[in-house]
């Protein structure tokens, strides 16, 4: 079975710009979350998307949004790009929302000249 | 935002050592504590985790030792190996990590 699948692996912005990471979860399970990893330290929870609702949000600006599409699939968008926002992009899928096993894509390392 | 502080940042152990991290928590509400393992370039995997019900949980060479009154819990790895080096996580919830601690076993 696939794992957990994120796209692009990396990519280069420039401040200002707008970027969209996509995340498709593993087979059977309907609950995504996505975190940012700043080199460094643990990974920040930014949303959880459940059957294509918003059930949770981190401490993250307005500039960050997150959707889920019927097949469970997923996309984050950050738009007017920072340096600050460098990191890589940690997608996580779940069978619920409830407490339990998280599994992680191997992210998408976003680079912000 | 920090709620969970971790430590150490490194840690360097001689194989078959045992390693210890350690973790204290803020919220009394947590109720769900599990630590992640990640290689460079991969994502965090599941490890090991621990509802507060219960003071540890062994599996295999790890083991979480869980101590609810003064809000702590650590990971101890036994038999430490050189392919358990590694950056390990703590987390409260499923949305609450620490910074990672950087375990190099040395062969």
């Known amino acids: 079975d696939a794992g957990v699948t994120q796209s692009p692996t990396h990519l280069i912005k420039t401040r200002g710009q707008h970027v969209t990471l996509r995340c498709s979860p593993i087979?059977?399970?309907?609950?995504v979350s996505w975190y940012q990893q700043v080199l460094g330290q643990g990974p920040q929870f930014i949303f959880q998307?459940?059957?294509?609702?918003?059930?949770g949000r981190g401490n993250f600006p307005d500039r960050f949004s997150a959707r889920q599409f019927p097949n469970y699939s997923s996309e984050l968008n950050v738009n007017a790009l920072l340096l600050g926002d460098s990191a890589l992009y940690l997608c996580a899928s779940s069978r619920t929302t409830g407490i339990g096993e998280l599994f992680f894509g191997e992210g998408s390392r976003l680079t912000v000249l | 935002q920090q709620q969970v502080k971790q430590s150490p940042q490194s840690l360097i152990v001689q194989k078959g050592g045992i390693s210890i991290i350690n973790c204290a928590y803020e919220?009394?509400?947590?109720?769900?504590f599990p630590w992640y393992q990640q290689f460079p370039g991969k994502g965090p995997a599941l490890l090991i985790a621990i509802r507060p019900d219960v003071s540890e949980k062994k599996e295999g060479r790890f083991t979480i030792s869980f101590n609810k009154s003064a809000k702590q819990f650590s990971l101890h790895i036994m038999d430490s190996q050189p392919g358990d080096s590694a950056t390990y996580f703590c987390a409260a919830t499923d949305m609450r990590f620490g910074a990672g601690t950087r375990l190099t076993v040395k062969p």
């Open positions: 919220n009394t509400a947590f109720d769900y």
């Open positions: 998307y459940y059957e294509k609702e918003e059930r």
């Open positions: 087979s059977g399970h309907k609950s």
